[in-house]
């Protein structure tokens, strides 16, 4: 019938983004073996609903813990199966951006050699259990935010945070300290 689109002719992509309240998670997963990795992410950063986002940043291989809420607008800079794990019951909020790894690209500032011993850096974020990280929050390599820890909207972590702590700011610094959770 001229003008049906069916099944067929829709790409993947646009299945698993229009028909995923009607795909099995057995479905979804074939389904991604037809996108590309970046395509996977793509569809992962701005999905609608919070579980497919999540099967999309599994099938990508991160490691997300139970009950966990990633919302949407996530940006994760490279290797995320290697550079990103997240623990169980976590909330982060819209927009976070993890910088797992950072490279000016085709730039030529990456022949000088201070560019690439002080900047150019990559290294694995890990957001442990219950932590809740604030809308926009960026949070660079090598950072572990601690189980329980609370980071402000519009944080810049640079350094590792301890459990049961809340940092906001740019940089971001501990303003409180919480009872714990354990
Ligand atoms: C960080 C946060 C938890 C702190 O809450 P709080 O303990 O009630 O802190 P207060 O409002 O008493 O502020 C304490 C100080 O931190 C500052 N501050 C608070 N939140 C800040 C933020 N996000 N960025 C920068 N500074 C912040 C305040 O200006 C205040 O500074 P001052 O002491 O110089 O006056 C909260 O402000 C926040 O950012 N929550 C995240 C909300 C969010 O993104 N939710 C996502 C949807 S689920």
């Not at 950072?102 to 932590?131: C, F, Q, T, W």
């Not at 572990?144 to 944080?155: D, L, S």
């Not at 702590?165 to 919480?178: D, E, F, M, N, Y």
Request: charged share 25%; glycine share 6%.
């Amino acid at each position: 019938m001229a003008g049906k689109v069916t099944d067929n002719m829709m790409h993947p992509s646009m299945r698993l983004l229009f028909e995923w309240e009607s795909i099995s998670s057995d479905e979804m997963i074939n389904l991604t073996k037809k996108c590309s990795h970046k395509m996977i992410m793509w569809l992962a950063r701005i999905h609608s609903d919070n579980k497919t986002r999540e099967n999309l940043l599994r099938v990508l291989g991160i490691k997300i813990g139970k009950f966990t809420t990633i919302n949407a607008g996530i940006y994760i800079h490279d290797r995320p199966a290697e550079f990103l794990e997240i623990g169980e019951r976590c909330a982060i909020a819209d927009n976070v951006t993890f910088i797992t790894s950072s490279h000016p690209n085709m730039s030529k500032l990456s022949e000088i050699p201070v560019i690439v011993d002080r900047y150019i850096e990559e290294g694995k974020i890990v957001i442990e259990d219950d932590a809740w990280i604030g809308s926009r929050a960026i949070i660079f390599p090598n950072v572990v935010v601690g189980r329980g820890a609370i980071v402000g909207a519009g944080a810049i972590v640079k350094e590792s945070l301890p459990p049961h702590t809340v940092s906001c700011g740019q940089p971001a610094k501990i303003i409180r300290r919480l009872p714990n959770i354990d």
